[in-house]
Nanobody, 128 residues
Framework: QVQLVESGGGLVQTGDSLRLSCEVS????????GGWFRQPPGKEREFVAS????????YYADSVKGRFTISRDDAKNTIYLQMNNLKPGDTADYFC?????????????????????WGQGTQVTVSS
């Protein structure tokens, strides 16, 4: 059973930075691709970013390109989302996800990909 535990959310002001962490357990970490999604208040969940099992391929939603960076530390079994220059529109519950996939094909890793495993979420609120 794969478990994902997010941390790092909070209340910040416009322009601030936050780093979300997602600790993964239950399966060899290097066999899992990872992703971050978010669900703004009253809206549907949306793709934010994803990273391949090797860390060599990354995808981002247009709304976060240039501001957010996804990364992974295989020694710590952790996926990160560094969020810079935060805006009120980034306010959402952020969810970490993972899937057993070693490739980088955009349909299986990018914005339209399905992920198998999900964390409980961490809340990010950006005040203006």
């Amino acid at each position: 059973q794969v478990q994902l535990v997010e941390s790092g959310g909070g209340l910040v002001q416009t322009g601030d930075s936050l780093r979300l962490s997602c600790e993964v357990s239950g399966r060899p970490f290097n066999t899992l691709a990872g992703g971050w999604f978010r669900q703004p208040p009253g809206k549907e969940r949306e793709f934010v970013a994803s990273i391949s099992a090797s860390g060599g391929s990354k995808y981002y939603a247009d709304s976060v390109k240039g501001r957010f960076t996804i990364s992974r530390d295989d020694a710590k079994n952790t996926i990160y989302l560094q969020m810079n220059n935060l805006k009120p529109g980034d306010t959402a519950d952020y969810f970490c996800s993972a899937k057993s996939y070693s490739g980088s094909y955009h349909l299986l890793l990018g914005p339209l990909a399905d992920f198998e495993y999900w964390g409980q979420g961490t809340q990010v609120t950006v005040s203006s």
